[in-house]
């Protein structure tokens, strides 16, 4: 049980371009959703906490005009990068909990962005 | 210095090898988590745990709580868990480590 899917698992865009990236958990209802970014050899890092049907809370020194989280269901959060451009391609993964950050998290497989 | 150490950075080891992967924070926590990321990207989490001790299959984590420090522990080891191993403590977020990179030999 507990599966969180990601899609696309890859993008490639041109700068200037924004993307989207669903985050879906496919046999549970998750309250709280989060949306992590990973630079190659480097640690995730959190980027914002979102609880459905409410403002995504973000981490300081990310910002919330560019990557725009909507989580509008309990099974679905979505990341849109927008006008992205080469310094934005990273690993993004989400993960989603029942309740919140004290329980266990459930990792999407990743959405790897690379742009051009 | 970060909050959230794990050492080795790098572990090479034989098939069969009994690992074992520490992990040092340096904040008060409430919960930890290890996390394997394998070589695609993907990650799972292998355990939560607040206190204690816990096993799944070849896997035993532990924690001491007073010390401020958490070990993974994977018995007769196997390439197949080759990957990177993270450790992150909830202080309200996750802190998360740098990582482990386990490379098992045939």
């Known amino acids: 049980g507990a599966v969180v899917s990601q899609h696309p698992s890859w993008v490639i865009c041109k700068s200037g371009t924004s993307v989207k990236i669903e985050c879906r958990s496919l046999?549970?209802?998750?309250?709280?959703m989060f949306w992590y970014r990973q630079f190659p050899k480097q640690s995730l890092m959190l980027m914002a906490t979102s609880n459905e049907g409410s403002k995504a809370t973000y981490e300081q020194g990310v910002e919330k005009d560019k990557f725009l989280i909507n989580h509008a269901s309990l099974t679905l959060s979505t990341l849109t990068v927008t006008s992205a451009h080469p310094e934005d391609s990273s690993f993004y993964i989400c993960?989603?909990?029942?309740?919140?950050?004290?329980?266990?998290?459930?990792f999407g497989p990743g959405t790897r962005l690379l742009v051009l | 210095k970060n909050e959230v150490e794990q050492s080795p950075q790098n572990l090479t080891a034989q098939e069969g090898e009994f690992i074992t992967i520490n992990c040092s924070y340096s904040?008060?926590?409430?919960?930890l988590h290890w996390l394997q990321q394998h070589p695609g990207g993907g990650i799972v989490s292998l355990f939560m745990l607040s206190s204690g001790k816990k096993k799944h299959g070849r896997l035993i984590a532990t924690i001491n709580i007073q010390e401020k420090h958490s070990s993974l522990h994977i018995t007769a080891s196997h390439p197949r868990d080759s990957a990177v191993y993270i450790c992150a403590v909830i202080r309200g977020n996750l802190i998360f480590g740098k990582g482990t990179k386990l490379s098992v030999k045939p």
């Open positions: 993960s989603a909990t029942l309740t919140g950050i004290g329980e266990t998290q459930y």
């Open positions: 046999d549970f209802q998750a309250t709280t």
């Open positions: 904040v008060g926590i409430s919960a």
